[in-house]
Every structure is written in C-alpha cells, then in structure tokens.
C-alpha cells in the first residue's frame, strides 16, 4: 500500500501541476494582446484560478486528514473541515509587481507567467498546509502536528523540521512562528500526529535532526548562528 504522507505529497503536486496549465494556456491565448490587454486578463483571472484550484486542493485536504485520522486512531465520525482560498490580493500584488515584464521590445507574457506559476504552487500547498492546521485546531482529539521536510528538501526545511518537532493543536491555531514558514517552491507538508508520530514522519524527523546537529558539530562553539548552520547544511549535504 503506497505511503499516506507519500499520495499527499503527490496529490499537491497534481493540483499544482493543473492550476500552472491552466495559467500557461491562458498565456497562451493572450500572446498576440497589447501588453496593457495582457495585464488587466491577468488581475481579472487570475485570482478566479488560485481559489478554484486552492478550493480544490482544501477539499483533497480535507479528505486526505479524515483517511489519515482514520488510518491512526480509527474512525470516529469525525468530518474533516475544508476551507475557502482567499488569494484575489495575494495574485493581484503578484500580476502588479511583474506586469513590467509585459512591455518594451524584450515584452513576453511567458516571463511573467513563469513568476506567477510560482505564485500559484504556492497558493495551493498552502492552501493544503493551512486546512491540516485548521483541522489539527478543530478535531476533538486533540492531535498535534509536524513539518515533514521530503527528501530533497533545502537546508532551511531541514533545518526547521529539525527543531520543531511535533507541535501542540495550540500552536497550530496560532501558527508556531518558524514551523509554519514555507518559502516559494517548498514541497513541506503539515502532518497530524495523534500520539505517536507515525513511523514515517517519526524517522524523517529523526533524520533532519540528525543533519541538523552534525552540521552544529561541525562548527566552532563561537559561529552556530542560523546563516552558518545552513551554509554547513549545504556544505555537509548537498542541500539548496
């Protein structure tokens, strides 16, 4: 049977795969525009496309925690909430901060669908992030939580796994500062854990946090702060 955590991840990968088609055909259609045409398509539709597939990630979100909370403690009754994406302001300021990309001799409305791309991977994990986090704070078990770093995760994902640990269903309803910081192109999830953590999550925690402390090792007592620790990461690794 293929790993939970495992379809999760690529459940994201799908939707995020479909939201970026969606915008690169839409391009596609606006390649022959005038710049200006261009620019007002994109603050028009633009958000309509991160909430449909933000919607849709929350709803896959949603149902991926009621298996999983079934899979660790058995079924219940409990009905995993799925929450509406809110991300009109976030890809306006996006269309607004790369719309000069659109103008000029060198104007090419794919350079500027490959930063809004971005944008939009980003609305969806987050999107699946926040509805784990939502449900953690709702369910009546009381479940923690955990940042699962994947394989190929940078040295700050690693780095941060590393310290956090499994959060209490307090800090995920106010967000625990550093576990909750995803960057652009971060493939982290947030996992429930009712307990014990599973057996999967609880040896990537264990192998972040052994990266992690022979990268501390490795540096004088005087220079651990966060940029040398991340540089040793990198150096030790082969991280980003």
Do not use: F
């Not at 005038?34 to 597939?53: H, S, V």
């Not at 933000?54 to 799925?82: H, N, P």
């Amino acid at each position: 049977m293929p790993d939970a955590i495992a379809q999760y991840m690529a459940a994201q990968d799908t939707m995020s795969g479909q939201a970026k088609r969606t915008l690169t055909r839409l391009c596609g259609a606006l390649s022959d525009a005038p710049a200006d045409t261009q620019r007002d398509a994109l603050l028009d539709l633009l958000p309509g496309i991160a909430d449909t597939y933000g919607d849709a990630m929350s709803e896959v979100a949603a149902r991926w925690y009621e298996e999983y909370r079934a899979e660790q403690i058995g079924q219940d009754g409990y009905t995993a909430l799925s929450l509406p994406s809110q991300a009109s302001e976030q890809c306006t300021y996006a269309v607004r901060q790369g719309a000069g990309a659109l103008y000029g001799a060198d104007g090419d409305i794919q350079v500027l669908a490959n930063s809004l791309n971005v944008v939009l991977d980003y609305v969806v994990r987050e999107q699946a992030r926040k509805t784990v986090l939502g449900n953690v704070n709702a369910d009546p078990a009381h479940p923690g939580w955990a940042r699962y770093a994947e394989g190929n995760a940078c040295a700050w994902c690693v780095m941060v796994a590393s310290q956090g640990g499994v959060y209490s269903s307090k800090q995920a309803a106010v967000s625990s500062k550093a576990g909750s910081r995803y960057h652009p192109g971060c493939r982290c999830v947030a996992v429930p854990c009712w307990g014990e953590p599973s057996r999967r999550l609880r040896d990537r925690l264990g192998e972040c946090d052994s990266m992690y402390y022979k990268a501390l090792e490795g540096l004088p007592v005087g220079g651990r702060g966060t940029s040398q620790v991340l540089a040793k990461l990198r150096e030790m690794y082969g991280l980003k």
